[in-house]
């Protein structure tokens, strides 16, 4: 199965400031899926982002952006101009285009902190 | 619009009882249905998926079984719950284009005691 790594288990950031979160993931496939999900304190998953594997362009979303680096198997996450709404637990996964259930893989997740 | 209803939203269980969450969809057809086990301060650990009535795969053999009586209602179930199947239980659902990622569903907080 694709692991899926994040390797920043807290982050913090300033309000209106911005704040990069990590993602690599281990996969030998070339097509697939990946996304960011963000998990408030609700704990509603709430789709933030997706990219698909063969658009060279990253995908921007308002304030959410990604640096998809598919040679490094990298997919990052840049909140700009953060908000106090940002704060939750974020998490990255990869969804192979292959096989039957298409099953999300996620990583442990990051928790950001929003400060005033 | 596609809706996914999960309850219910918490349970506190004894050890040793039975166990039934129940997770049904709506706005859609033959979705693939999935329920997923977070626990504190761990990621989302997929525990079963189906593709269709009647069919199941599980990821991780455990003390859990999953049901899909309908093309859009999903069952988490146990006979004996054991102290470890605490968590956060989640149910997601998911068509196509594939490339939409999950819908999740309010998620079911398990305690068992």
């Known amino acids: 199965a694709q692991t899926v790594t994040q390797s920043q288990p807290e982050m913090s950031v300033q309000e209106a400031e911005t704040v990069t979160l990590s993602c690599t993931y281990d996969t030998s496939e070339s097509d697939y899926y990946l996304f960011w999900y963000k998990q408030p304190p609700s704990r509603q998953m709430i789709l933030v982002i997706r990219?698909?594997?063969?658009?060279?362009q990253n995908a921007t979303e308002n304030r959410f952006s990604v640096n998809f680096q598919k040679a490094a198997k990298s997919f990052s996450l840049k909140i700009s101009d953060s908000q106090l709404g940002d704060a939750a637990m974020y998490f990255c996964a990869y969804r192979s285009a292959f096989g039957i259930g298409y099953a999300l893989n996620f990583g442990k997740g990051t928790s950001l902190l929003v400060t005033p | 619009s596609q809706t996914i209803h999960q309850w219910p939203a918490t349970l506190v269980q004894p050890v040793g009882s039975p166990l039934s969450l129940e997770c049904t969809v709506e706005?859609?057809?033959?979705?693939?249905l999935y329920w997923y086990r977070q626990a504190a301060g761990r990621g989302l650990q997929l525990l079963f998926y189906s593709v269709g009535i009647g069919q199941i795969s599980s990821e991780v053999p455990q003390n859990l079984s999953a049901s899909r009586p309908q093309d859009r209602q999903f069952i988490l179930s146990s006979k004996k719950l054991l102290l470890s199947d605490s968590g956060f239980y989640l149910c997601?659902?998911?068509?196509?284009?594939?490339?939409?990622?999950?819908?999740f569903g309010s998620g079911t907080r398990l305690t068992v005691v």
């Open positions: 997601a659902w998911s068509g196509t284009p594939f490339n939409y990622g999950y819908t």
């Open positions: 990219q698909e594997a063969y658009k060279q």
């Open positions: 706005g859609t057809s033959n979705p693939n």
